[in-house]
């Protein structure tokens, strides 16, 4: 037999939906033995991506494989799995990822499969469990053993960014990182070029005054770190740093951020501007009295990235205010984006900011002018606390 090549005919695993509380999660800082034999914490690791794929248990070629091994969906496959990593690992590097296996067997089990398949990357164990229970990795029984379930986190900053689950073919699970990293970094780029676009055609694409809500619910505060996330050209950040308060804004559009400086210095504000993704590259420090989202609309798995960063990165106390186009108005309002996936409803936004006081999260309307006639767009206003 043998177990670098994977049977035709084996059963097709299904999502039961064991993994879908991954994405956002942070990594527990717990030291993991590694088959290089110095320890690793995943939650410190990646440069700047690392990925790692969780996998139930490689077989060894003088031993038998568990009791219908191949009979259990997922769990054949683990060596081509590692093998695919092997031979992807310089294509991964290149995009900035460290990979890592993971699975509960010693370490000398898995050294012995290292030295085997001349594995260039560290594989870590977790016999204790401790990893996987403070994720809640899913898990298998295998006769006796208690095994994890075939998965790969892809994870930036020690947070969760994606998760592949389940995984098969195993052999095909680098191959299709690699691609899921490349599209990632391919839309990094589309956005900020789209936007760059946009910003070079309209210089006060939204005008130079800020936004009504900001305006009505931030009005009159004593001075407060604030953070504005997508701040594009800088009409609010620019408002709330005359208003006294320490504004940083953070736009992945160059653009946008000159203009929002150059705003800045026509009004005499003094605000601090950089240009980042922020739901690649921002890592949120707890720094902040109050968090501004304004028309940041994301597809889902970047939107709750970047709200888990918005909450991450509040001080104690500190509030959020969110303004978005509300998904009624596809149907219903004007304007705003013409895709249902990168507007807001209530519900999804209860769930992105649950580990706040939600203090208001409604419907709110804006009228706009069009021809000669007013119309109205449908947003949505969240305001909420950090405990
Ligand atoms: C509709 S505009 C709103 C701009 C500003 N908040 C306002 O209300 O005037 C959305 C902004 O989000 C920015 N954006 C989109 N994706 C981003 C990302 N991943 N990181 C940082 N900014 C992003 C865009 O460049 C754009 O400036």
């Not at 009005?219 to 004593?222: H, R």
């Not at 219903?332 to 990168?342: C, F, K, M």
């Given at each position: 037999m043998s177990l670098e090549k994977l049977p035709a005919d084996l059963p097709v695993p299904h999502d039961d939906g064991a993994a879908d509380h991954l994405i956002g999660m942070h990594l527990p800082p717990i030291a993991l033995p590694s088959t290089l034999g110095e320890s690793v914490v995943l939650s410190d690791a990646g440069s700047p991506w690392a990925v790692v794929y969780v996998y139930p248990m490689t077989g060894r070629p003088d031993h038998e494989l568990p009791a219908k091994w191949d009979l259990i969906p997922g769990a054949r496959g683990c060596t081509p799995q590692t093998c695919s990593f092997r031979d992807h690992k310089a294509a991964l590097s290149e995009l900035g990822a460290d990979v890592y296996g993971l699975s509960v067997q010693a370490t000398d089990y898995q050294r012995e499969m290292v030295d085997r398949l001349h594995v260039n990357f560290p594989v870590l164990s977790d016999a204790a469990g401790e990893f996987g229970a403070a994720l809640n990795l899913p898990t298998m029984q295998a006769g006796e053993m208690t095994l994890y379930k075939r998965l790969t986190m892809i994870i930036r900053g020690g947070r969760i960014e994606h998760v592949m689950y389940p995984v098969f073919p195993p052999d095909e699970n680098a191959a299709d990182v690699v691609s899921w990293l490349r599209d990632r970094l391919a839309a990094k780029e589309d956005a900020a070029s789209a936007w760059n676009e946009r910003y070079t055609a309209a210089h006060e694409l939204y005008g130079p005054e800020p936004n009504q809500f900001v305006a009505a619910e931030l009005?009159?505060?004593?001075p407060r770190r604030v953070l504005d996330l997508g701040c594009g050209q800088g009409r609010n950040a620019v408002w709330l740093a005359l208003q006294g308060h320490d504004v940083t804004g953070l736009d992945v559009s160059s653009v946008g951020i000159d203009q929002a400086r150059a705003l800045a210095a026509r009004t005499g504000a003094d605000a601090n501007f950089e240009v980042i993704d922020v739901a690649a590259d921002y890592q949120p420090q707890a720094a902040y009295d109050l968090v501004v989202l304004s028309y940041l609309q994301l597809p889902p798995e970047m939107r709750s990235v970047v709200h888990g960063k918005a909450v991450a990165s509040l001080a104690p106390g500190g509030e959020l205010l969110l303004i978005a186009h509300h998904v009624d108005n596809l149907e219903?309002?004007?304007?705003?984006?013409?895709?249902?996936?990168?507007l807001f409803s209530e519900a999804e936004l209860a769930v992105d900011f649950a580990e706040l006081e939600l203090l208001r999260n409604e419907k709110v309307y804006r009228n706009v002018e069009r021809d000669g006639v007013i119309h109205q767009a449908h947003d949505i206003l969240l305001k909420a606390r950090r405990p």
């Open positions: 009005s009159g505060l004593s219903q309002g004007i304007g705003g984006p013409p895709t249902a996936d990168v």
